[in-house]
């Protein structure tokens, strides 16, 4: 309501006209796109699948608010932009807020969320996962024929005294090394793990469980295992072959593979000389089998000259295509994960594990991927042939969701005013209409 004791800020005028501002309003909210988060969240039934799983022991008695009013306070406010627990001290009397959450009244304090955070535990990450893969094959109309799963691992800064923080002596930093798997811009995992282990750790045993479950829906799927050098781990390209998963990860060179092209190299050093310096690049085929190996494998070489110098790179696959195929569209394509994660932990905020706990920083890290898949649900499901096709999350934010609105309220009818200088009117439209229930 309209605070009549408002002072006013006086700002220099415009000709004769003096220029003065207070927050008397009203109801007006930054984020009349809000809406678009509710409705592609009941198009999906994604918290509502995730409210499902997790158990509220809390005694009803003393509830206000519902967990699933909770998650979506917390979800939607990433989506927002809103980073911090703190957020929520002014956010949750937004009425445009409100009722995207499905709310009518103040939503709940910093210290309730908090309490929601730290109550989440192992069973909790494991439930919420099965629910996001649940959700990557619901997506699907029908069986598809080929599945690359994607597996990196980053670094996630700390800054605090969190439990499990390890100093990583390539990152140069304490951080937790959390590992994500896509399939395209889907994602399927998002495990915190401490940065004291070995990259590819947790990694095999995430695989097996998502090809089974794959292969419960889909029992004919392809599956191919992609990923850097850092998953080049006989165990995992053993247990791929033995389960007829494809793979194709990166291979760390060596002095045997660098002698396995060395004729190679030279030979493209002088082609790239009588070339007048342009970049050069041919690719081979070889069998190669490591120290750790039992048994031999199919290496693709890149053998290139830069402007810097010989560039050769290596990966080793069970995939039977030509080596320029392999490497060029099917390998290198892997690149895009990195923008995916980025777009989590920088426009999602999936690097705010400041909690002093383990599992509720594994918590908000699956906080921010359930944003991400309601932003990638609008991105798949309303943005498809419009120039948002591609965008970022943090794109779609600003032109879908940073709305002015006056929100009017009565006993009948809850009215969104959007702002008549929008300047994506027809673009929004277009969304909320494939976005809405049939």
């Given at each position: 309501?309209?605070?009549?004791?408002?002072?006013l800020i006086n700002?220099?005028?415009?000709?004769?006209?003096?220029?003065?501002a207070n927050f008397?309003?009203?109801?007006?909210?930054?984020?009349?796109?809000?809406?678009?988060?509710?409705?592609?969240?009941?198009?999906?039934?994604?918290?509502?699948?995730?409210?499902?799983?997790?158990?509220?022991?809390?005694?009803?008695?003393?509830?206000?608010?519902?967990?699933?009013?909770?998650?979506?306070?917390?979800?939607?406010?990433?989506?927002?932009?809103?980073?911090?627990?703190?957020?929520?001290?002014?956010?949750?009397?937004?009425?445009?807020?409100?009722?995207?959450?499905?709310?009518?009244?103040?939503?709940?304090?910093?210290?309730?969320?908090?309490?929601?955070?730290?109550?989440?535990?192992?069973?909790?990450?494991?439930?919420?996962?099965?629910?996001?893969?649940?959700?990557?094959?619901?997506s699907f109309d029908?069986?598809?024929?080929?599945?690359?799963?994607?597996?990196?691992?980053?670094?996630?800064?700390?800054?605090?005294?969190?439990?499990?923080?390890?100093?990583?002596?390539?990152?140069?930093?304490?951080?937790?090394?959390?590992?994500?798997?896509?399939?395209?811009?889907?994602?399927?995992?998002?495990?915190?793990?401490?940065?004291?282990?070995?990259?590819?750790?947790?990694?095999?045993?995430?695989?097996?469980?998502?090809?089974?479950?794959?292969?419960?829906?889909?029992?004919?799927?392809?599956?191919?295992?992609?990923?850097?050098?850092?998953?080049?781990?006989?165990?995992?390209?053993?247990?791929?072959?033995?389960?007829?998963?494809?793979?194709?990860?990166?291979?760390?060179?060596?002095?045997?593979?660098?002698?396995?092209?060395?004729?190679?190299?030279?030979?493209?050093?002088?082609?790239?000389?009588?070339?007048?310096?342009?970049?050069?690049?041919?690719?081979?085929?070889?069998?190669?089998?490591?120290?750790?190996?039992?048994?031999?494998?199919?290496?693709?070489?890149?053998?290139?000259?830069?402007?810097?110098?010989?560039?050769?790179?290596?990966?080793?696959?069970?995939?039977?295509?030509?080596?320029?195929?392999?490497?060029?569209?099917?390998?290198?394509?892997?690149?895009?994960?990195?923008?995916?994660?980025?777009?989590?932990?920088?426009?999602?905020?999936?690097?705010?594990?400041?909690?002093?706990?383990?599992?509720?920083?594994?918590?908000?890290?699956?906080?921010?991927?359930?944003?991400?898949?309601?932003?990638?649900?609008?991105?798949?499901?309303?943005?498809?042939?419009?120039?948002?096709?591609?965008?970022?999350?943090?794109?779609?934010?600003?032109?879908?969701?940073?709305?002015?609105?006056?929100?009017?309220?009565?006993?009948?009818?809850?009215?969104?005013?959007?702002?008549?200088?929008?300047?994506?009117?027809?673009?929004?439209?277009?969304?909320?209409?494939?976005?809405?229930?049939?």
């Amino acid at each position: 309501m309209p605070n009549c004791t408002q002072t006013l800020i006086n700002f220099p005028p415009l000709k004769r006209r003096k220029i003065e501002a207070n927050f008397s309003g009203g109801d007006v909210t930054s984020d009349g796109g809000a809406l678009l988060l509710r409705a592609v969240d009941r198009r999906l039934g994604l918290l509502k699948a995730v409210d499902n799983v997790l158990p509220d022991l809390r005694d009803s008695r003393y509830i206000e608010h519902s967990q699933l009013s909770l998650l979506r306070q917390r979800t939607y406010g990433l989506c927002l932009g809103y980073e911090d627990l703190n957020d929520h001290t002014e956010l949750r009397d937004d009425a445009g807020f409100q009722t995207a959450i499905n709310q009518d009244q103040c939503l709940a304090s910093q210290a309730t969320l908090c309490r929601l955070e730290n109550r989440m535990g192992y069973n909790s990450a494991i439930a919420i996962h099965r629910v996001i893969v649940d959700q990557f094959i619901a997506s699907f109309d029908s069986a598809p024929n080929k599945l690359i799963l994607d597996f990196d691992a980053t670094d996630d800064p700390l800054h605090g005294d969190q439990e499990d923080r390890f100093f990583h002596g390539y990152y140069d930093r304490y951080c937790f090394l959390p590992l994500y798997v896509f399939c395209e811009d889907q994602l399927l995992v998002s495990y915190l793990r401490p940065s004291n282990i070995d990259g590819a750790r947790h990694a095999w045993a995430i695989l097996a469980l998502l090809v089974k479950r794959l292969r419960q829906s889909w029992p004919q799927i392809k599956i191919i295992f992609r990923g850097d050098g850092g998953f080049c781990r006989h165990k995992m390209l053993s247990w791929c072959e033995r389960k007829g998963v494809d793979y194709i990860v990166g291979l760390a060179k060596n002095s045997r593979l660098l002698a396995a092209i060395a004729d190679e190299q030279i030979a493209i050093a002088e082609t790239y000389q009588q070339q007048h310096q342009q970049p050069v690049r041919q690719f081979k085929a070889l069998w190669y089998r490591a120290g750790t190996w039992s048994r031999t494998r199919r290496v693709i070489a890149k053998i290139e000259h830069l402007s810097k110098g010989a560039n050769p790179r290596f990966i080793v696959t069970n995939l039977p295509d030509d080596g320029a195929l392999l490497y060029e569209k099917i390998y290198c394509a892997r690149g895009d994960m990195e923008n995916r994660i980025k777009e989590q932990q920088m426009g999602l905020f999936a690097d705010r594990t400041s909690a002093h706990y383990w599992w509720p920083n594994q918590f908000r890290l699956l906080l921010s991927s359930l944003a991400y898949l309601l932003m990638d649900g609008i991105r798949r499901l309303a943005l498809k042939n419009t120039e948002l096709a591609h965008a970022q999350m943090t794109t779609i934010r600003l032109k879908l969701f940073k709305i002015g609105a006056i929100i009017l309220r009565n006993t009948r009818r809850i009215r969104f005013l959007l702002s008549s200088a929008y300047p994506y009117q027809s673009l929004f439209h277009h969304v909320a209409k494939q976005l809405a229930l049939e």
